[in-house]
């Protein structure tokens, strides 16, 4: 009666052996579950669509498709002999002892394919999850923008990835990187003060602080004036500056009102 959430797992169809993976897990769930007896065939178990795969296309749903998986077993054509061959191999792998490791990204992971399969589907998910996706998906989405604008800042400074370890920790590329993760990503101050190499993340967070209000017009929304935010003064981007903190404030406030 109480079962656990509905599994859903996005699977490479590249041909690479991950539809067989999936597949050759499910019709060999009745076995782990102790539904079938030693005696009784795979195909004895009545919910399973692997009897389907085992019978003649003539006498099978028309939303079953089998040529996907019998090629990702080596066999090449939908036929009598085609079709024994692999229930026989199916039959073979209920006696092997299962990969327990193996089994982990089908019974818990989101996605299983390649890492460019898993690249390209956390680039289309970016900025895209609602409520119920899980924590998990979360972080890993998280980190693959924090990748890309990496990316992207290293092409921009001209830089290696090594080049982090090797520059110091105040570093103004450093921390233009660091901040453009902090304002874009979900990622922590402790994971951003890793990635990049900042130091501890107590010292980071100092210097992160000064460097991004320093630089407060990097942030700007495309399309606003340095004005609109009280840090140029007009026509030419003249400067002014206020040592009276609340003369600054309503200054801004005026400059933003028009």
Not at 106 to 121: A, N, P
Not at 151 to 160: A, D
Not at 191 to 201: D, F, N
Request: charged share 30%; proline share 3%.
């Amino acid at each position: 009666m109480f079962s656990g959430r509905y599994k859903a797992l996005i699977v490479d169809g590249s041909g690479n052996g991950y539809v067989r993976t999936v597949c050759d897990y499910v019709h060999l769930n009745p076995v782990r579950a102790g539904l079938l007896r030693p005696e009784d065939r795979l195909v004895a178990y009545p919910w399973s669509s692997l009897i389907w795969y085992g019978a003649a296309r003539q006498y099978r749903p028309g939303w079953i498709r089998v040529d996907r998986l019998l090629g990702e077993h080596g066999i090449g054509e939908d036929t009598a002999a085609g079709r024994l061959e692999f229930e026989r191999r199916m039959e073979s792998r209920r006696a092997e002892e299962a990969d327990e490791e193996s089994l982990k990204a089908v019974r818990r992971g989101w996605c299983l394919g390649s890492e460019e399969f898993r690249r390209q589907l956390l680039e289309r998910m970016e900025g895209r999850l609602g409520e119920h996706h899980e924590g998990a998906l979360r972080v890993e989405t998280a980190q693959a923008k924090a990748e890309r604008i990496m990316g992207e800042e290293l092409h921009r400074l001209g830089w290696k990835e090594s080049d982090l370890s090797c520059r110091r920790k105040n570093d103004p590329g450093k921390l233009a990187l660091a901040a453009r993760l902090r304002r874009e990503t979900t990622l922590s101050l402790k994971s951003i003060t890793a990635r990049v190499g900042l130091g501890s993340s107590k010292s980071a967070n100092t210097k992160l602080h000064v460097w991004m209000r320093a630089n407060a017009q990097c942030a700007m929304p495309k399309g606003r004036s340095q004005s609109a935010v009280g840090w140029g003064g007009g026509e030419g981007n003249s400067r002014k500056t206020f040592k009276n903190p609340t003369r600054k404030k309503m200054h801004t406030m005026n400059q933003a009102l028009g």
